[in-house]
T-cell receptor, first 112, second 112 residues
Framework: GNSVTQMEGPVTLSEEAFLTINCTYT??????LFWYVQYPGEGLQLLLK?????DKGSNKGFEATYRKETTSFHLEKGSVQVSDSAVYFC???????????FGKGTTLSVSS | EAGVTQFPSHSVIEKGQTVTLRCDPI?????LYWYRRVMGKEIKFLLH????????ESGMPNNRFLAERTGGTYSTLKVQPAELEDSGVYFC??????????FGPGTRLTVL
C-alpha cells in the first residue's frame, strides 16, 4: 500500500544552518507530494507541493523536488530561522485516492 | 477569504460521554475531510464528503463515530460513547477540486 517515511526527529539547528528533512514514499502510479507545517499552537498549513516528477515546490525559502527515481521528496532550506521551529509533515495523495497519507512528522527546533 | 474553522478548539470529557466536533470548510469547497492524530502517531484519514455525500469512510475506526454534512456546508463528527483511545487531535480539511487540501486548526480531544 501507499506509505510515507520521514526522518526521525527532533532536529535541532542553530539559526542560519542548512536544513534537510528526508522523505521517501511508496505508491503506485504518480502521486502528488506535499509538505505541511504545524507551528506551535496552530493548525496544519500547506508549505509546498509537487504534482509530477521533477517538479520543484518552493515557498518561504523552503524547497523540495519530486524525485521519482529515488521516490523521494526531501525538504531543504538554506538558512533556517528561529521562526521556522515547527513540526513538518510529508504527505502524498495517490492518483486514485482522496485521502492524504502522512509521515509521522519531524520536529524542528532552531535556536538563536 | 476565511479559512477552515473548527469548534471547539479543546474538549475534555469523561469516558462514556458524547462529544460533537464541528467543521466549517472554506466557502465553496465541495470536498470536506476529517483526519485524526493520536499522540505520537501519524495523521490518519477518517472520511471524505463531496457536498453532503460520504465518498469514502474507510478510515472511520468503528461505529462509535458518526459524521454528517447536512446541506453540504458544515460538518459534524460525533463520538458516542467516547473511549480513552479516542483522545487526539481531530483535523478537518476542505478542497475545491480534491487535490490541495486546506486544514483547520484542529480540535484537541481528551477523554479521561
Amino acid at each position: 500500500g501507499n506509505s510515507v517515511t520521514q526522518m526521525e526527529g527532533p532536529v535541532t539547528l542553530s539559526e542560519e544552518a542548512f536544513l534537510t528533512i528526508n522523505c521517501t514514499y511508496t505508491a503506485t502510479g504518480y502521486p502528488s507530494l506535499f509538505w505541511y507545517v504545524q507551528y506551535p499552537g496552530e493548525g496544519l498549513q500547506l508549505l509546498l507541493k509537487a504534482t509530477k516528477a521533477d517538479d520543484k515546490g518552493s515557498n518561504k525559502g523552503f524547497e523540495a523536488t519530486y524525485r521519482k527515481e529515488t521516490t523521494s521528496f526531501h525538504l531543504e532550506k538554506g538558512s533556517v530561522q528561529v521562526s521556522d521551529s515547527a513540526v513538518y509533515f510529508c504527505a502524498l495523495l495517490s492518483q486514485a485516492g482522496t485521502a492524504l497519507i502522512f509521515g509521522k512528522g519531524t520536529t524542528l527546533s532552531v535556536s538563536s | 477569504e476565511a479559512g477552515v474553522t473548527q469548534f471547539p478548539s479543546h474538549s475534555v470529557i469523561e469516558k462514556g460521554q458524547t462529544v460533537t466536533l464541528r467543521c466549517d470548510p472554506i466557502s465553496g469547497h465541495d470536498n470536506l475531510y476529517w483526519y485524526r492524530r493520536v499522540m505520537g502517531k501519524e495523521i490518519k484519514f477518517l472520511l471524505h464528503f463531496v457536498k453532503e455525500s460520504k465518498q469514502d469512510e474507510s478510515g472511520m475506526p468503528n461505529n462509535r463515530f458518526l459524521a454528517e454534512r447536512t446541506g453540504g456546508t458544515y460538518s459534524t463528527l460525533k463520538v458516542q460513547p467516547a473511549e480513552l483511545e479516542d483522545s487526539g487531535v481531530y483535523f478537518c480539511a476542505s478542497s475545491p477540486l480534491g487535490v490541495t487540501q486546506y486544514f483547520g486548526p484542529g480540535t484537541r480531544l481528551t477523554v479521561l
